[in-house]
Antibody, heavy 123, light 111 residues
Framework: ELQLVESGGGLVQPGRSLRLFCAAS????????MHWVRQAPGKGLEWVSG????????GYADSVKGRFTISRDNAKNSLYLQMSSLRAEDTALYYC????????????????WGQGTLVTVSS | QSILTQPPSVSGAPGQRVTISCTGS?????????VHWYQQLPGTAPKLLIY???NRPSGVPDRFSGSKSGTSASQAITGLQAEDEADYYC???????????FGGGTKLTVL
Protein backbone atom coordinates (compact mmCIF):
# COMPACT_ATOMS: atom_id res chain seq x y z
CA GLU A 1 0.00 0.00 0.00
CA LEU A 2 1.35 3.42 -0.97
CA GLN A 3 1.93 5.68 2.02
CA LEU A 4 3.20 9.20 2.55
CA VAL A 5 3.74 10.14 6.18
CA GLU A 6 4.71 13.68 7.10
CA SER A 7 6.33 14.77 10.35
CA GLY A 8 8.34 17.62 11.81
CA GLY A 9 5.59 20.19 12.25
CA GLY A 10 5.01 22.13 15.44
CA LEU A 11 4.88 25.54 17.05
CA VAL A 12 7.74 27.84 16.08
CA GLN A 13 8.45 31.53 16.65
CA PRO A 14 8.54 34.00 13.76
CA GLY A 15 11.96 34.20 12.17
CA ARG A 16 12.98 30.71 13.27
CA SER A 17 13.50 27.56 11.19
CA LEU A 18 11.84 24.17 10.93
CA ARG A 19 12.46 21.04 8.85
CA LEU A 20 9.62 18.88 7.59
CA PHE A 21 9.94 15.22 6.65
CA CYS A 22 7.93 12.93 4.41
CA ALA A 23 8.51 9.17 4.57
CA ALA A 24 7.38 7.35 1.44
CA SER A 25 6.62 3.66 1.05
CA UNK A 26 4.75 1.29 -1.24
CA UNK A 27 6.16 2.62 -4.52
CA UNK A 28 9.49 3.20 -6.25
CA UNK A 29 10.27 6.58 -4.74
CA UNK A 30 13.00 7.61 -7.17
CA UNK A 31 10.71 7.13 -10.16
CA UNK A 32 8.66 10.21 -9.31
CA UNK A 33 8.87 13.91 -8.66
CA MET A 34 7.55 14.99 -5.25
CA HIS A 35 5.92 18.14 -3.92
CA TRP A 36 4.86 20.03 -0.82
CA VAL A 37 1.41 21.63 -0.80
CA ARG A 38 0.05 23.63 2.14
CA GLN A 39 -3.34 24.64 3.42
CA ALA A 40 -3.76 27.48 5.88
CA PRO A 41 -6.54 27.00 8.45
CA GLY A 42 -9.90 27.36 6.73
CA LYS A 43 -8.24 28.26 3.41
CA GLY A 44 -7.51 26.63 0.08
CA LEU A 45 -4.60 24.65 -1.28
CA GLU A 46 -1.32 26.36 -2.15
CA TRP A 47 1.55 24.65 -3.96
CA VAL A 48 4.79 25.29 -2.07
CA SER A 49 7.58 23.44 -3.83
CA GLY A 50 8.46 20.51 -6.07
CA UNK A 51 11.55 18.42 -6.85
CA UNK A 52 12.31 16.10 -9.75
CA UNK A 53 13.20 12.45 -9.27
CA UNK A 54 16.96 13.04 -9.28
CA UNK A 55 16.97 16.50 -7.57
CA UNK A 56 18.04 17.98 -10.89
CA UNK A 57 15.14 20.39 -10.90
CA UNK A 58 13.33 22.23 -8.13
CA GLY A 59 10.56 24.81 -8.09
CA TYR A 60 9.12 27.15 -5.50
CA ALA A 61 6.11 29.37 -5.04
CA ASP A 62 7.00 33.05 -4.98
CA SER A 63 5.73 33.23 -1.39
CA VAL A 64 8.49 30.92 -0.14
CA LYS A 65 11.30 31.46 -2.66
CA GLY A 66 14.57 32.20 -0.92
CA ARG A 67 13.28 31.00 2.46
CA PHE A 68 12.35 27.34 1.86
CA THR A 69 14.52 24.56 0.40
CA ILE A 70 13.19 21.24 -0.85
CA SER A 71 15.37 18.15 -0.97
CA ARG A 72 15.10 14.37 -1.13
CA ASP A 73 17.12 11.30 -0.24
CA ASN A 74 16.17 8.50 -2.60
CA ALA A 75 18.19 5.96 -0.61
CA LYS A 76 15.97 6.71 2.39
CA ASN A 77 12.71 7.19 0.45
CA SER A 78 12.41 10.58 2.09
CA LEU A 79 11.39 14.09 1.12
CA TYR A 80 12.32 17.17 3.12
CA LEU A 81 11.36 20.83 3.37
CA GLN A 82 13.75 23.15 5.17
CA MET A 83 11.84 26.27 6.20
CA SER A 84 13.68 29.39 7.34
CA SER A 85 12.69 32.93 8.31
CA LEU A 86 9.23 31.66 9.12
CA ARG A 87 6.32 34.09 9.13
CA ALA A 88 2.84 33.98 10.63
CA GLU A 89 1.44 33.52 7.12
CA ASP A 90 3.37 30.23 6.80
CA THR A 91 1.01 28.71 9.38
CA ALA A 92 -0.63 25.79 7.61
CA LEU A 93 -1.07 22.06 7.26
CA TYR A 94 1.76 20.91 5.00
CA TYR A 95 1.03 17.97 2.70
CA CYS A 96 3.55 15.79 0.93
CA UNK A 97 2.24 14.81 -2.52
CA UNK A 98 3.43 12.37 -5.17
CA UNK A 99 3.64 13.47 -8.78
CA UNK A 100 2.62 11.16 -11.62
CA UNK A 101 5.77 12.07 -13.57
CA UNK A 102 9.48 12.05 -12.79
CA UNK A 103 10.14 15.62 -13.90
CA UNK A 104 8.74 19.02 -12.96
CA UNK A 105 6.83 20.96 -15.57
CA UNK A 106 3.47 21.31 -17.22
CA UNK A 107 2.43 17.70 -16.62
CA UNK A 108 2.47 17.94 -12.81
CA UNK A 109 -0.43 16.65 -10.83
CA UNK A 110 -0.74 14.63 -7.63
CA UNK A 111 -2.11 11.12 -7.36
CA UNK A 112 -1.31 10.48 -3.70
CA TRP A 113 -1.23 12.77 -0.67
CA GLY A 114 -0.13 12.32 2.92
CA GLN A 115 -2.26 13.36 5.88
CA GLY A 116 -0.21 16.48 6.54
CA THR A 117 1.84 17.96 9.36
CA LEU A 118 0.76 21.19 11.04
CA VAL A 119 3.11 24.14 11.26
CA THR A 120 2.12 27.03 13.53
CA VAL A 121 4.21 30.20 13.45
CA SER A 122 3.48 32.34 16.47
CA SER A 123 5.25 34.13 19.29
CA GLN B 1 -6.27 35.88 -4.84
CA SER B 2 -5.87 32.54 -6.61
CA ILE B 3 -4.52 32.35 -10.17
CA LEU B 4 -7.41 30.05 -11.10
CA THR B 5 -10.88 31.35 -10.22
CA GLN B 6 -13.61 29.11 -8.85
CA PRO B 7 -17.00 30.00 -7.36
CA PRO B 8 -16.76 29.90 -3.56
CA SER B 9 -19.82 27.69 -3.26
CA VAL B 10 -22.37 25.67 -5.20
CA SER B 11 -25.32 23.62 -4.01
CA GLY B 12 -27.81 21.11 -5.29
CA ALA B 13 -30.41 18.64 -4.16
CA PRO B 14 -29.80 14.88 -4.16
CA GLY B 15 -30.05 13.48 -7.67
CA GLN B 16 -29.41 16.81 -9.36
CA ARG B 17 -26.50 17.86 -11.54
CA VAL B 18 -24.06 20.58 -10.51
CA THR B 19 -21.09 22.12 -12.28
CA ILE B 20 -18.04 23.89 -10.91
CA SER B 21 -16.14 26.29 -13.12
CA CYS B 22 -12.42 27.06 -13.12
CA THR B 23 -11.27 30.15 -15.01
CA GLY B 24 -7.65 30.77 -15.85
CA SER B 25 -5.66 32.76 -18.37
CA UNK B 26 -3.35 32.53 -21.36
CA UNK B 27 -0.41 31.49 -19.18
CA UNK B 28 -2.09 28.43 -17.69
CA UNK B 29 -5.28 26.78 -18.98
CA UNK B 30 -5.28 28.90 -22.13
CA UNK B 31 -1.69 27.90 -22.88
CA UNK B 32 -2.80 24.31 -23.22
CA UNK B 33 -1.86 22.98 -19.81
CA UNK B 34 -4.14 20.28 -18.47
CA VAL B 35 -6.59 20.85 -15.66
CA HIS B 36 -6.94 18.43 -12.77
CA TRP B 37 -9.54 18.29 -10.01
CA TYR B 38 -9.33 17.22 -6.37
CA GLN B 39 -12.02 16.42 -3.82
CA GLN B 40 -11.37 17.20 -0.18
CA LEU B 41 -13.84 15.70 2.25
CA PRO B 42 -14.06 17.41 5.66
CA GLY B 43 -10.98 16.74 7.77
CA THR B 44 -9.19 14.68 5.15
CA ALA B 45 -6.40 15.11 2.60
CA PRO B 46 -7.28 15.99 -0.99
CA LYS B 47 -7.99 13.13 -3.36
CA LEU B 48 -7.43 13.14 -7.12
CA LEU B 49 -10.83 13.21 -8.81
CA ILE B 50 -10.20 14.13 -12.47
CA TYR B 51 -6.86 14.28 -14.30
CA UNK B 52 -5.91 15.46 -17.75
CA UNK B 53 -9.09 17.54 -18.11
CA UNK B 54 -11.54 14.66 -18.38
CA ASN B 55 -10.07 11.41 -17.09
CA ARG B 56 -11.14 9.59 -13.93
CA PRO B 57 -8.72 7.58 -11.79
CA SER B 58 -9.71 4.04 -11.01
CA GLY B 59 -12.44 3.97 -8.36
CA VAL B 60 -13.94 7.38 -9.11
CA PRO B 61 -17.59 7.00 -10.15
CA ASP B 62 -18.60 8.04 -13.66
CA ARG B 63 -20.96 10.56 -12.06
CA PHE B 64 -17.90 12.83 -12.04
CA SER B 65 -16.69 14.35 -15.31
CA GLY B 66 -14.52 17.19 -16.52
CA SER B 67 -14.10 19.37 -19.56
CA LYS B 68 -11.89 22.18 -20.79
CA SER B 69 -12.31 24.91 -23.36
CA GLY B 70 -10.16 27.95 -24.02
CA THR B 71 -9.05 29.50 -20.75
CA SER B 72 -11.62 27.67 -18.63
CA ALA B 73 -12.49 24.23 -17.35
CA SER B 74 -15.40 22.74 -15.49
CA GLN B 75 -16.28 19.73 -13.47
CA ALA B 76 -19.75 18.20 -13.37
CA ILE B 77 -21.35 15.90 -10.86
CA THR B 78 -24.54 14.11 -11.85
CA GLY B 79 -26.87 12.18 -9.56
CA LEU B 80 -25.72 14.23 -6.59
CA GLN B 81 -25.31 12.27 -3.34
CA ALA B 82 -24.92 13.37 0.26
CA GLU B 83 -21.37 11.97 0.36
CA ASP B 84 -20.36 14.35 -2.45
CA GLU B 85 -20.47 17.24 0.01
CA ALA B 86 -16.87 18.45 0.03
CA ASP B 87 -14.48 21.11 -1.19
CA TYR B 88 -13.37 20.84 -4.81
CA TYR B 89 -10.17 22.32 -6.25
CA CYS B 90 -8.96 22.72 -9.81
CA UNK B 91 -5.22 22.68 -10.56
CA UNK B 92 -3.05 23.43 -13.54
CA UNK B 93 0.42 24.72 -14.39
CA UNK B 94 1.35 28.33 -15.03
CA UNK B 95 4.21 29.14 -17.40
CA UNK B 96 4.64 32.70 -16.09
CA UNK B 97 5.06 31.45 -12.54
CA UNK B 98 6.86 28.26 -13.57
CA UNK B 99 4.84 26.31 -11.07
CA UNK B 100 1.67 24.53 -10.10
CA UNK B 101 -1.41 26.65 -9.46
CA PHE B 102 -4.67 25.85 -7.68
CA GLY B 103 -8.10 27.40 -7.76
CA GLY B 104 -9.42 28.89 -4.56
CA GLY B 105 -11.74 25.95 -4.01
CA THR B 106 -15.51 25.46 -4.20
CA LYS B 107 -17.60 24.19 -1.33
CA LEU B 108 -20.35 21.87 -2.52
CA THR B 109 -23.41 21.65 -0.31
CA VAL B 110 -25.95 18.90 -0.87
CA LEU B 111 -29.30 20.29 0.21
Amino acid sequence: ELQLVESGGGLVQPGRSLRLFCAASGFTFDDYAMHWVRQAPGKGLEWVSGISWNTGSTGYADSVKGRFTISRDNAKNSLYLQMSSLRAEDTALYYCAKDVDDQLGGMDYFDYWGQGTLVTVSS
Amino acid sequence: QSILTQPPSVSGAPGQRVTISCTGSSSNIGAGYDVHWYQQLPGTAPKLLIYGNNNRPSGVPDRFSGSKSGTSASQAITGLQAEDEADYYCQSYDSSLSGVVFGGGTKLTVL
